[in-house]
């Protein structure tokens, strides 16, 4: 019994841990980059480009062949060993081997396997960026979570102070200081900050799922973010465009790609000009028969009277060996314009991909002039609504004590403390606006997305 209870114990205590678990940031990028589909099926094809890579490099070695029959002829035949003609029930085999090798091509072999690199290198950049862009997703997700969950703080603050509020008039309206009025009034307030509220958590609740869904979590699994204790740095400074340009060149995969699909194509381009050379090939083969209607011809002692005896398979398996070596060059003369248009075509490929490059360049450049311009907004928008948030509070500390002074009356005491409300709500607003926007700014020159 006493065992049974401690296993009890032991499955209940160990789910109640695992249940606590709360996830930070790190843990939802790593939990992202380990079982996220997109980005596994991303670096499946990573794996697909690097066989490609492999299987051109072996396309330079030759290669090697053997091949085996078993055949068996009836009726009119010729018996392919001894050229004869035969009418009766003919047995033979083939055994060859044979290699060949391409000497020459126009170099396409070795521009293939050259353009096969730069393929294996765009779809590791292709794979990188999906992993970063999902990990942006994810620093959204985490971050609008946080700030609905401050929300509902908020709200509910709000609603605490609006129930001390309406139990105190109660009391005051029983002994006739306040007329019943101002309950009603108190009351109506006090109903649309529970609203608030719900709509505060159901928002809160949205935030939670989508976070969930990005790390393709079921709603039924037990989930909960650590809130973010960071200091806010008001004196963030951004650094120069084009610094931060630079460092984005070198650290982000967004241009990188366009270059190796750059010279990917370039290399397509070598190859359609290679099909203009001549190819030079060499092959060799050794191969052997043996037909069961072969007879070896064999003379008596005196070598006068010939007779015809069973030709082993041993025997006919050596003495059938034939070799062969050829040395072909195959030149080009007139193939229906092919070459010609497999060439025009990967001019344009070229072109198609150095515009590429260029756009690639300049969407980087605007994305970081604008992330530049939102940090800059989104730091004063911060300071600015910190500054709004001490006056408004020092504002409705000073109208609370002249309503509690009865000297103002409650519809001006709701208005006070709306504004301050709305003051919090735009402070927590840019908080985490401004904390993204910086973040952003960190990601692009190379530094991790933590906080």
């Given amino acids: 019994m006493k065992r049974i209870l401690f296993l009890i114990c032991f499955v209940f205590g160990t789910a109640s841990i695992y249940a606590q678990k709360q996830w930070n940031l790190e843990d939802c990028l790593r939990h992202a980059q380990d079982n996220n589909i997109t980005i596994k099926k991303a670096f499946l094809n990573t794996e697909i480009s690097k066989q490609n890579h492999f299987q051109s490099k072996m396309a330079l070695l030759p290669n090697l062949n053997a091949s085996l029959s078993d055949n068996t002829n009836f009726g ?25 090798i391409t000497l020459f091509n126009g170099f396409q072999s070795i521009n293939n396997i050259r353009k096969n690199n730069f393929d294996y290198l765009s779809s590791k950049y292709d794979a990188e960026k999906i992993a970063n862009d999902i990990s942006v997703n994810i620093v959204t997700a985490y971050l ?25 008039i109660s009391k005051m309206v029983e002994v006739g200081s306040l007329p019943k009025g101002d309950l009603l009034n108190t009351e109506s307030q006090k109903a649309q900050e529970e609203l608030q509220l719900i709509n505060a958590q159901n928002q809160r ?34 650094v120069g465009n084009q610094a931060v340009y630079a460092l984005a060149l070198e650290n982000l995969p967004d241009v990188k790609t366009a270059e190796t699909k750059l010279k990917s194509s370039e290399r397509s381009l070598a190859i359609s000009q290679g099909a203009r ?13 043996y037909s069961d209607a072969n007879r070896r011809l064999f003379y ?39 070459a010609n248009a497999s060439i025009s075509r990967a001019k344009i490929g070229v072109l198609q991909a150095q515009y590429s490059v260029q756009e690639a360049k300049n969407n980087l450049r605007k994305t970081i002039e604008q992330a530049q311009n939102d940090a800059r907004s989104a730091q004063k928008k911060y300071i600015a609504s910190k500054k709004a948030v001490a006056y408004q509070e020092e504002s409705f500390q000073y109208t609370q004590n ?6 103002v009356n409650s519809y001006d005491y709701n208005n006070a403390k709306n504004t301050l409300f709305k003051a919090e709500t735009d402070l927590l607003q840019s908080k985490y606006d401004y904390l993204f926007k910086t973040k952003m700014l960190d ?4 530094k991790p997305l933590t906080f």
Avoid: C, H
Wanted: charged share 20%; no cysteine; hydrophobic share 35%.
């Fill in 76 to 100: 009119r035949n010729i018996d392919p060993v001894t050229n004869q003609i035969t009418i009766d029930r003919v047995r033979n085999n083939n055994f060859s081997l044979s290699s060949s």
């Fill in 144 to 168: 609008q979570l946080l700030y609905n969950s401050d929300l509902v703080e908020v709200s509910q603050q709000k609603v605490d102070v609006s129930e001390l509020q309406v139990e105190r």
């Fill in 205 to 238: 609740d949205i935030a939670k799922l989508n976070l969930m869904q990005l790390l393709d979590l079921s709603v039924s699994e037990s989930f909960d973010v650590v809130q973010l204790e960071v200091e806010v740095d008001e004196n963030y400074s951004t």
């Fill in 277 to 289: 050379s001549p190819r030079l090939s060499l092959s060799a083969s050794v191969g052997t028969l």
């Fill in 300 to 338: 008596d002692s005196l070598g006068a009277i010939p007779t015809y005896q069973d030709y082993p398979f041993e025997d006919q398996f050596n003495d059938n060996v034939s070799q062969a070596i050829s040395l072909s060059l195959s030149i080009p003369i007139f193939n229906n314009w092919q």
């Fill in 402 to 407: 002249k309503y509690d002074l009865q000297l």
């Fill in 443 to 446: 990601f692009y020159m190379g």
